[in-house]
T-cell receptor, first 119, second 117 residues
Framework: DSGVTQTPKHLITATGQRVTLRCSPR?????VYWYQQSLDQGLQFLIQ???????AKGNILERFSAQQFPDLHSELNLSSLELGDSALYFC??????????????????FGPGTRLTVL | AQTVTQSQPEMSVQEAETVTLSCTYD???????LFWYKQPPSRQMILVIR??????QNATENRFSVNFQKAAKSFSLKISDSQLGDAAMYFC??????????????FGQGTILTVHP
């Protein structure tokens, strides 16, 4: 158990719908990352939040948005869903300080993922 | 942009034998991390081993070791004394150290490892 929780485990919905995936990071971790794993795109970084602020963006579609709340949990919102959005969505967390120095390392701990199926 | 390439979609090994998984990457950075992650059928992402680019010594974790060739931008994983529980998808990953991209992981396409009894 990594200490990162994601809900729900499975989600089945229809095209055009909107869903929200939730992630609770490990206690004390300030950074939350979202990754998408699909057959077409492989495992790719979507977005990172640090202490409530967006820090880095990857190949995240405009139909997708995320936020991190004051209690540090994060939500990934997917709207106007298409068949191609079917994937496993991972959340990861780390302590991740803003500034890095040699010798620093903050492991990313992955949640169990949310399996999204769009029919 | 950094890229990570795993050229072996599938590999197989006999139990108790040794297998090596390959990975190459492209970056213009001098400081970074490289990782191997294991994803068993449960889909959980498990960190196997980490290598800091500024360290010349290859990382080792029990039966898992890496061959890090910085100039060649190559990072292979050797699994010794393979066990049935090693069967999984293995991902090579890159992480920039510092800078605005610090934190995000860039993954290769993955290698499915089958272990035969």
């Amino acid at each position: 158990d990594s200490g990162v929780t994601q809900t729900p485990k499975h989600l089945i919905t229809a095209t055009g719908q909107r869903v929200t995936l939730r992630c609770s990071p490990r206690s004390g971790d300030l950074s939350v990352y979202w990754y998408q794993q699909s057959l077409d795109q492989g495992l790719q970084f979507l977005i990172q939040y640090y202490n409530g602020e967006e820090r880095a963006k990857g190949n995240i579609l405009e139909r997708f948005s995320a936020q991190q709340f004051p209690d540090l949990h994060s939500e990934l919102n997917l709207s106007s869903l298409e068949l191609g959005d079917s994937a496993l969505y991972f959340c990861a967390s780390s302590a991740n300080e803003l500034f890095w120095d040699r010798g620093d390392y903050n492991e990313q701990f992955f949640g169990p993922g949310t399996r999204l199926t769009v029919l | 942009a950094q890229t990570v390439t795993q050229s072996q979609p599938e590999m197989s090994v006999q139990e108790a034998e040794t297998v090596t998984l390959s990975c190459t990457y492209d970056t213009s950075e001098s400081d970074y991390y490289l990782f191997w992650y294991k994803q068993p059928p449960s889909r959980q992402m498990i960190l196997v081993i980490r290598q800091e680019a500024y360290k010349q010594q290859n990382a080792t974790e029990n039966r898992f070791s890496v061959n890090f060739q910085k100039a060649a931008k190559s990072f292979s994983l050797k699994i010794s004394d393979s066990q049935l529980g090693d069967a999984a998808m293995y991902f090579c990953a890159y992480q920039e150290a510092g800078g605005t991209s610090y934190g995000k992981l860039t993954f290769g396409q993955g290698t499915i490892l089958t272990v035969h009894p």
